[in-house]
């Protein structure tokens, strides 16, 4: 069992580790300025993204704000729901990693009116991204894989209309 506070200095923790990269990649790759950490497959290049992920959205950096801020304050109620037994630890670490991401490009977006994005995997021209992109992602595919493969039907009665 994990106790709140924990998760909640896990997800202070995320969230922090998540701005100091953007302020480095925001203080040392602006300009142009790019380093390849591996020729052609993995580099750090400084792109301002005015939208959601890929690019979309340009320019509905409140309406995005505002979208987020609804769906941070649901990861925090249903975080405040998983049992407090140790067969749920995966899930809350989960919710933690999913919430980091979500207020980490939400700073950005009300602070700079923009998410500060720098990861480039070259090898497939994949669009550029950040710390808090990753940690959205791996929780996306952990809570998959939560859901679906370690988690039976009846354990999950916790969750609203879902229970039912």
Request: charged share 15%; glycine share 6%.
């Amino acid at each position: 069992m994990i106790k709140k506070r924990v998760l909640w200095l896990l997800f202070l923790v995320l969230t922090v580790l998540d701005q100091a990269t953007k302020y480095w990649a925001r203080h040392s790759l602006s300009g142009g300025r790019s380093i390849s950490l591996i020729k052609g497959v993995l580099s750090f290049s400084y792109v301002e993204n005015r939208g959601a992920a890929w690019g979309i959205f340009q320019g509905k950096y409140m309406a995005l704000g505002i979208l987020t801020i609804i769906i941070a304050v649901g990861l925090v109620w249903f975080i405040y729901l998983i049992p407090q037994n140790k067969r749920f630890n995966w899930l809350q670490i989960t919710m933690v990693l999913l919430l980091s991401g979500a207020i980490g490009n939400l700073f950005d977006r009300f602070y700079f009116q923009f998410v500060t994005d720098f990861i480039y995997f070259e090898l497939i021209d994949f669009p550029v991204f950040n710390v808090a992109d990753c940690y959205v992602t791996v929780s996306a595919l952990f809570l998959i894989w939560l859901f679906c493969f370690y988690y039976k039907d009846e354990e999950l009665k916790f969750i609203p209309f879902i229970g039912d």
